[in-house]
């Protein structure tokens, strides 16, 4: 009742939910409460959780923040969110997010951008809270739920932590289930929670990740006690800094912050090691041909025909078009256009194909200094603070974007885990959030780390 009555009371100014659950919330809580009085409550029994509107629940508005998916409520429950339920968390609702996932600022969203629940000092300016996941990060951060689901293809659990002083972990590809899950590119999406703080994140995963004979994908490892790796020394770890990650234009409040946790981990005993990721600065482009090329395969599904949305034309061509045409947005539709494009005959082998081999040599890139002994590889989790709602020059400029996501996609296309943690405020008063980069399937030393640095 408590987080229902502060949604009620907040959503109308930071639109982070665009649906509530009020009665499920209820009855679902009633059966923790019958079960905790028992003392049968699982891991999760009882604790209060936002939904991006990304993850399929059966009977509940599920649209991906879309109009193509216009009235869409499946008949299912995504796995993620079932693994959730079975211990024992309580739905308090929808949230928002940039339409398919698309997005560096939650405005791409059919429902509106989402308000930062945050503000520059002495300004009442309205700031995004990043994106893709900004209705999960702005509800975590304005204690409208006690955690939320979120998704991350390029660091749409990450920076939207980063704009709002949360805690958000992207796992290793393959740790979670996509089943259920609206699909963005692929090869790319992971699912992961966005929380308070990192205690709460490794508790949150622990009950989200599994292997899913849906997913074949999802890779059958055990699944560690992630709380436990809480309070564990960092002693010894070798700290990995890369180079490449002091980008031109870099704000000197970043500069610090990245400093300030050198300095933490180095004080709490870890070795701090400079290295190099020399294929760093081909990731965004290559990024930007993968990831929309598996938009564009992955959104031919919204026809007209199977879900949501069906715009009537004077013969079925007509119709698909004119459904297309009124239900995607224009961030969806440029994705569209860019992925037929570099998947089309003659610009396959220019584009898609070295893209993709981009991408084999970022990923070695990491395996080489993982071999060389290095641990964890601390950076900034983003290149600037939360920048203005409807801001000029992202508008008129989508490259810019797409700058945003600079130091979070490297991470997709390597596969790897990584989480932001809050690490400080800049001069106006604004989170700013430290990014860490793990071994394959190792998010127990991210959360060991990470613990060091909140
Ligand atoms: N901002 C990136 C994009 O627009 C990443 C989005 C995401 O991780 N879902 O593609």
Known sequence: DAYLGAIDAANGSLNAYIAVTHDKARDMAKVSDEKLVKGEGGALEGI??????????????????????????PCYESTVTANLWA?????????????????????????????????????????????????SAAAVSAWLCAGA??????????????????VGIKPTYGRVSRWGTVAF??????????????????IMLKSMASVDARDTTSVDLPVPDYEAAIGRSVKGMKIGIPKEYRVEGMPADIEALWQKGIAWLKEAGAEIVDISLPHTKYALPAYYIVAPAEASSNLARYD????????????????????RAAGFGREVKRRIMIGTYVLSAGYYDAYYLQ???????????????????????????????????????????????YLNDVFTVTVNMAG????????????????????????PF??????????VIE
């Not at 689901?149 to 949360?166: C, E, K, L």
């Not at 981009?358 to 939360?386: C, M, N, Q, Y």
């Open 48 to 73: 209060p959780l936002g939904i991006k509107d990304l993850f399929a629940t059966e009977g509940v508005h599920t649209q991906a923040c879309s109009h193509v998916l216009d009235g869409f409520e």
């Open 87 to 135: 211990d024992g968390a309580v739905m308090l609702g929808k949230l928002n997010m940039d339409e398919f996932a698309m997005g560096s600022s939650n405005e791409t969203s059919y429902y509106g951008a989402v308000i930062n629940p945050w503000r520059a000092g002495g300004s009442n300016k309205q700031l995004v809270p990043g994106g893709s996941s900004g209705g």
């Open 149 to 166: 689901t979120a998704t991350d293809t390029g660091g749409s659990i990450r920076q939207p932590a980063a704009f709002t002083g949360t």
């Open 185 to 202: 590119a692929s090869s790319l999406d992971q699912a992961g929670p966005i929380s308070r703080d990192v205690r709460d994140a490794a």
């Open 304 to 323: 007209g025909v199977r879900y949501g949305l069906r715009v009537p034309g004077k013969d079925i061509i007509e119709m698909y078009e004119n459904t």
């Open 355 to 401: 893209a993709q081999k981009v991408r084999t040599l970022i990923k070695k890139d990491f395996e080489d200094v993982f071999a060389a002994g290095i641990d964890v590889i601390l950076t900034p989790a983003t290149p600037s603070a939360a920048f203005g709602v409807a801001d000029e020059d992202m508008a008129n400029d989508p490259v810019k974007m």
């Open 416 to 439: 790897l885990p990584g989480i932001a943690v809050p690490a400080g405020l800049d001069a106006n008063g604004l989170p700013l959030g430290l990014q860490l980069i793990g071994r």
């Open 442 to 451: 190792d998010e127990e030393t991210l959360f060991q780390t990470a613990h």
